[in-house]
């Protein structure tokens, strides 16, 4: 079966990504794979992903170039179903230049690392990893930022030739994603507010950290709406 017309548009980091990992050789990739594999817990985050990469790679900088190639490759298999055979035998066209000699060498280092490359893509334990990610982050708003303003406002007199005092008053302005965009709203608050909302936020970090104490140490759970 003829493969897939897939091509790709590289920015500057993921071309600078890309050559850092065909300067690396085979049979570290394959070794990455099997510490990925023979590890005793599946990795849930990135971070304890990013982790493998650095003791396999002795924390050198091609395990940062390593760790973004292959979870950004792992994210483009999963959202648009691309071969993983048609994904690594076309991605080095996108690294080629117009000179002759530097395409063969490209093509040659590529060819080099690829099966090692197609393998680690293939790896059950990185797509849970991005997986996991996904899931934590499946939402129709996505938080990205916020910050809570304190305003100092003046009161006058009815001629505004006199300040009586003034007011702290508090704005907490909230910027987030969504699929049509970015977004933010602000929001007016007062001492009592605040006080209230950094309480649920302490809160909530007690939740988290109750929840998992306790899918740890109980193994029956009940799904909602099952009645058993």
Known sequence: MASAD??????KQQSADLKALMDTEASVLVQLKQAIENSPDVPLTLDALSECFDKTLNNSSSAGSAFRVVVGLTQLIRQTHVDVDDLVQNLPESMLSTDPDENTKTREAWSAIADSLKSLLQCEKIHVAIKAQGLAYDYANLYRSAKIMTDIRPVFDASAEQIFGSIVSFTLRLDFDSRDGDHNLS????QGDVK?????????????????????????????GDKA
């Open 196 to 224: 209230k909302l950094m309480e649920e936020c302490e809160r909530a970090l007690r939740k988290a950290q109750t929840a998992k104490s306790y899918v740890l140490d109980h193994e029956h759970i009940i799904i909602a």
């Open 187 to 190: 929001v007016a608050m007062d």
């Open 6 to 11: 897939v091509t790709f548009q590289l920015g």
